[in-house]
């Protein structure tokens, strides 16, 4: 809060021409668009889990995800959506979602804000937040039984293009959500990938 106020106040004094928006209430933007009546671009207070949609699933609400250690730099630290299972540890215990963005918040932790996803690419947070978010996801209910009836995380208006994939680097390879995996890629295995589809949960 105080590193925004800085920024802002800074943004201020150094470009008095330019309007400046803080990035707590950015213009909204439709990151539901083309999604349905079902669709919402904001919600709180919710848990992210991938359920296979080609394989069985153990239960309806699938593999809970957390936020995994990927890499640190000056000031920043780069986290992927994992598994519990290859990451067992969860300091980001609650997302919310405000205007399409992706937000991860946690005791004594600055909150982790979601990056743009280019495909090919994994599903990623920076902590603590560096600037104004990107306004690309929605949540769209979805009322089949067979699902469970979580509603699905969708980015760049998509919801079906979301795959579980292993890292390549050994050995303490997390398993990452992977928008679109690219079968070039070098930081997981291509042919490990399995499709899902990322259910909110808790919301009600
Ligand atoms: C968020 O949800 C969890 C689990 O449903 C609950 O224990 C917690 O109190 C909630 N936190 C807030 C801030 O509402
Ligand atoms: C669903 O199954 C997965 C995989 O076995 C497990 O990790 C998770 O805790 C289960 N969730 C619920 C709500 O039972």
């Known amino acids: 809060m105080f590193a925004r106020l800085a920024l802002l106040s800074l943004a201020v004094a150094t470009a008095s021409a330019a309007p400046t928006v803080p990035d707590t209430t950015q213009a ?12 919402f671009d904001t919600a709180d207070n919710f848990t992210l889990a991938a359920f296979y949609t080609s394989l069985p699933n153990a239960n309806a609400t699938g593999l809970p995800l957390v936020l995994g250690s990927v890499a640190a730099t000056d000031g920043a630290e780069y986290k992927a959506l994992s598994t519990f299972g290859s990451f067992p ?9 405000i205007n399409g963005v992706l937000t991860g918040s946690g005791e004594d932790v600055p909150d982790a804000q ?34 469970g009836g ?55």
């Open 114 to 147: 979601a990056m743009s996803v280019p495909t090919g690419k994994a599903l990623s947070f920076v902590t603590p937040p560096q600037g104004a978010a990107p306004q690309i996801f929605c949540a769209v209910a979805d009322t089949d039984p067979a699902h």
């Open 28 to 39: 909204p933007v439709d990151s539901c668009a083309g999604l349905g009546s079902g669709a």
């Open 89 to 97: 540890y969860n300091q980001w215990t609650s997302l919310s979602l």
């Open 150 to 204: 979580f509603p699905q995380l969708a980015v760049n208006g998509d919801t079906d293009s979301f795959s579980l994939c292993p890292e390549t680097t050994a050995p303490n390879a997390l398993v990452n959500i992977v928008y679109n995996p690219d079968e070039g890629a070098q930081d997981y295995v291509f042919e490990q990938c399995t499709p899902v589809a990322l259910h909110l949960v808790g919301l009600y």
